[in-house]
């Protein structure tokens, strides 16, 4: 009966440190990975969240002022015209 317990008992620790192992190699896959995706995306020149927003922002502004500048043209063209009709 010892005999068997302690083939158990190391069939455990085994197991115990074959998924140490997993885990160790599985930690090293994805901490390679991240690496690799950040280098790949580096060399991408893509922008940022922030950076994509900020521009979106200018973009929204100069939209905006440019409709307010051509209201501004349309009514001045309006009243110079009323101005020579008259």
Known sequence: MTTQSRFFDDISK???NAMGVAQ???SEA???MKGW???WLAERDLV???EFEAVREMA???RTENAELKARM???EKSA????GA
């Open 24 to 26: 160790g190699v599985r």
């Open 60 to 62: 929204i502004k100069a």
């Open 37 to 39: 995706i950040d280098r």
């Open 74 to 76: 349309d009514a001045l």
């Open 30 to 32: 994805e901490t390679a």
């Open 14 to 16: 085994l197991m115990t």
């Open 48 to 50: 940022t969240r922030e």
């Open 81 to 84: 015209s009323a101005d020579q």
